[in-house]
């Protein structure tokens, strides 16, 4: 009786940490990456997003807002992979900017970038966007943009963009999401609101799946053909335009030729067989 209880215990105690070993596994491989449905602040949250100075290449899809600052390696990455996918599948992605606050006294981003992202509050020029996030951070001196330091105005603007993450972070905090950047919200195909600090691209497929977005595109430039679809009438090549005839050139509009009438249906008529001739024979010497 005493070796039945010591295997019973010996079993439930194995039992015990294979089911937290399996659960570990589940929340750390699966379950900590999916993202969280908004539950009691989306009218809070929708507000803060439509009040902000959002930046898109345009689409007019249904939109997906991503959150992030400009050295976000993590947001570079989410934008140039993920975002073709989005647009192929008719969702507009709309970028939110901002400038990191001092932290313990340190400056987490410089004068440049701070005049940057003023301007794109003020002005939500996507050009001027595309140019930043193409130079490298150390070359870029934001030539031209008024700058936001010692200018209250625009100053003002900068600190509004941080009071803006400030809030949503909050608020996205008391629905059980942890802080990361890029941040992203959307709405889903049953158009619940949800919210990902999708600093980790293992939670990038779950975006997808909400929003039926494919795995891959195709690259351009792949020279791979384009689909045609069945039934469909292939584009005819447009006639080509002709310069106008000079007379006083002496150049004259060709004659059309005259066609041959067709000869007449029925059967061919016989001919006469070939007549033998006789050659006169030829000396030779």
Not at 81 to 95: C, N, Q, T, Y
Not at 205 to 230: K, M, Q, Y
């Amino acid at each position: 009786m005493r070796r039945f209880f010591i295997w019973s215990a010996l079993a439930a105690l194995i039992g015990l940490l294979l089911a937290g070993g399996g659960y570990w596994a589940y929340w750390n491989y699966y379950a900590r990456f999916q993202p969280v449905v908004i539950a009691t602040h989306q009218g809070e949250i929708q507000r803060l997003l439509d009040e902000a100075s959002w930046l898109s290449a345009g689409g007019g899809g249904e939109p997906l807002y991503i959150i992030g600052y400009r050295d976000s390696a993590a947001m570079q990455r989410y934008e140039r992979d993920e975002v073709p996918k989005l647009r192929a599948a008719g969702i507009e992605a709309r970028i939110i900017i901002f400038a990191r606050p001092e932290r313990e006294g340190l400056a987490q981003s410089t004068a440049a970038e701070r005049a940057t992202v003023a301007e794109l509050w003020l002005t939500r020029d996507w050009s001027l966007y595309q140019r930043w996030t193409a130079t490298p951070t150390s070359a870029w001196s934001a030539a031209g943009i008024p700058a936001a330091d010692g200018n209250l105005a625009r100053a003002a603007v900068v600190e509004a963009g941080r009071a803006f993450v400030s809030r949503l972070t909050t608020a996205l905090k008391s629905e059980g999401l942890g802080t990361g950047y890029p941040l992203i919200v959307w709405r889903d195909r049953e158009g619940f609101m949800k919210a990902c600090a999708c600093n980790d691209s293992r939670s990038w497929a779950f975006i997808r799946d909400d929003l039926n977005a494919p795995d891959r595109i195709a690259a351009s430039g792949s020279g791979a053909p384009a689909p045609v679809t069945p039934g469909a009438a292939s584009e005819a090549l447009p006639y080509p335009t002709l310069p106008p005839l000079d007379p006083a050139a002496g150049e004259a509009p060709a004659t059309p030729a005259t066609p041959t009438p067709a000869a007449p249906a029925g059967p061919p008529t016989p001919r006469a067989p070939p007549q033998a001739t006789k050659q006169d024979d030829t000396t030779f010497f």
